[in-house]
């Protein structure tokens, strides 16, 4: 294949993507944004949920507090891509988090 071929085939995909509705494609792009949002901000989360654990007695609450702010931005993205299953995982990782911290460092100094 000549690059003069790989062109008009690219040249061609590009012209059938313009029959398709916008509106496809803008939902399409936001749903894949939000993905990427979900994905970075629950892997934010898993780091401040272990920086807690670091920290120990001193600053245990404000990666606390990190964590869960994550964890539910991770949420708010999921429910915008419409992953709804990822949402209650989410959501159950982030009481599991709660818990955690309300077990182990609430009442021990961690705040």
């Given amino acids: 294949m000549t690059i003069r071929d790989w062109w008009q085939k690219r040249r061609t995909k590009i ?3 313009k029959d398709e509705k916008p509106s ?4 399409d792009e936001t749903g894949i944004t939000a ?15 272990d920086a807690m654990y670091e920290a ?7 990666r606390y507090e990190e ?4 964890f539910d931005r991770a949420i708010e993205a ?9 949402a209650a995982r989410l959501k159950r990782r982030r009481d599991h988090v709660g818990r ?3 077990s182990q460092f609430r009442y021990s100094g961690g705040g």
């Fill in 100 to 102: 955690v911290y309300n």
């Fill in 67 to 70: 964590a869960r702010y994550h």
């Fill in 15 to 17: 012209l059938e993507r």
């Fill in 35 to 49: 993905r990427v949002d979900m994905v970075r901000l629950e892997a934010l989360a898993e780091a401040a949920y």
């Fill in 24 to 27: 496809a494609r803008i939902l």
């Fill in 56 to 62: 120990r007695l001193h600053g245990a609450k404000n």
């Fill in 78 to 86: 999921a429910h915008r891509a419409r992953l709804y299953d990822e």
